[in-house]
């Protein structure tokens, strides 16, 4: 530990704040994963495995609710929310299509994402590290786009997803304009991934009014 700490001063009081806080480094890393997955999915299944997916987002969720277990919070008004969420819960699993032809995947996920949701209503201080985790992926994204317009041959290294799904991204003319639809399989699905930091930077710079931000949220809002 003394070595550790000699080589880098930041690590001590990172591990000690993690053994004080061990709830906020679990429900950080839970969202991460939870977020990553959301942000590209069709990656991770192309390039591996389905189960690898799985695993992800069943990890995120075990994180966000073990931290939200241990942060110990006590509030009425997330139970309520919490109530509600589970209501939904239990009303997606009657008469789910999906269910009664043996798939379980669309479920699992979104059963997921929903108790996720419930146990983050109970802690606090993950907000502000749930928008960066958001605009972070969102803004890989973005230079993906723009290294596909950019440089067009990096087309090629998308093939092999358009092999496994068996199509070809919609609006981007038959391939020939990939940037559209960037790392995804649907232009709209890209846009919609890029719409994420464009919605959270442009809202934190007007809140502000262009004062005390970092010059690079301004640039990353300009590209």
């Not at 990939?178 to 919609?192: D, E, F, V």
Request: hydrophobic content about 50%.
């Amino acid at each position: 530990m003394d070595v550790l700490q000699k080589r880098s001063p930041r690590i001590g009081p990172a591990l000690a704040q993690m053994h004080q806080a061990p709830e906020q480094y679990l429900l950080k890393t839970g969202i991460l994963l939870l977020v990553f997955s959301a942000f590209s999915y069709e990656l991770i299944r192309t390039f591996s495995r389905n189960a690898v997916y799985l695993i992800l987002v069943a990890l995120g969720t075990g994180c966000v609710c073990l931290g939200a277990l241990l942060s110990k919070q006590k509030n009425r008004h997330a139970g309520r929310f919490a109530a509600a969420l589970l209501l939904l819960a239990l009303c997606s699993l009657i008469r789910n299509a999906d269910l009664r032809n043996g798939i379980y995947d669309s479920e699992f996920i979104f059963l997921s994402y929903l108790f996720a949701a419930a146990a983050l209503a109970f802690a606090d201080h993950w907000q502000s590290f749930l928008r960066k985790a958001i605009v972070v992926c969102s803004f890989v994204h973005i230079l993906c786009t723009l290294a596909l317009f950019l440089f067009p041959d990096l087309t090629d290294w998308l093939i092999p997803m358009w092999l496994k799904w068996r199509l070809v991204p919609t609006g981007t003319n038959d391939g020939t304009a990939a940037y559209r639809g960037g790392i995804t399989t649907h232009y709209s699905q890209n846009a919609t991934y890029i719409l994420f930091a464009v919605l959270i930077l442009g809202s934190e710079l007007l809140g502000k009014r262009g004062r005390n931000v970092h010059p690079g949220k301004w640039v990353c809002f300009a590209a």
